[in-house]
């Protein structure tokens, strides 16, 4: 049977670090920027830990 192919959307949207927690970026970072204060552009442009639901589902498209 052949390999499984790796999403390649999504082994560009998502990381896995070295415990197996997959990491995406937080969504509100594109547009509007000068609204936004600071503190929350701060936080915003962290990363953040998937959940296991969705990361469940990551995981079988990034073949892991």
């Known amino acids: 049977m052949p390999k499984q192919k790796t999403h390649s959307g999504s082994k560009k949207r998502f990381k896995i670090t070295g415990t197996g927690k997959i990491m995406k ?6 547009h509007n920027l ?3 204060s600071a503190q929350r552009k701060s936080r915003l442009n962290q990363d953040q830990v998937l959940s296991p ?3 469940k589902v ?3 498209m990034l073949g892991k």
Request: glycine share 6%; proline share 0%; charged share 35%.
């Open 34 to 36: 000068e609204v936004k």
């Open 25 to 30: 970026q937080q969504a509100g970072m594109r």
């Open 58 to 60: 990551v995981r079988t």
């Open 53 to 55: 639901a969705d990361a």
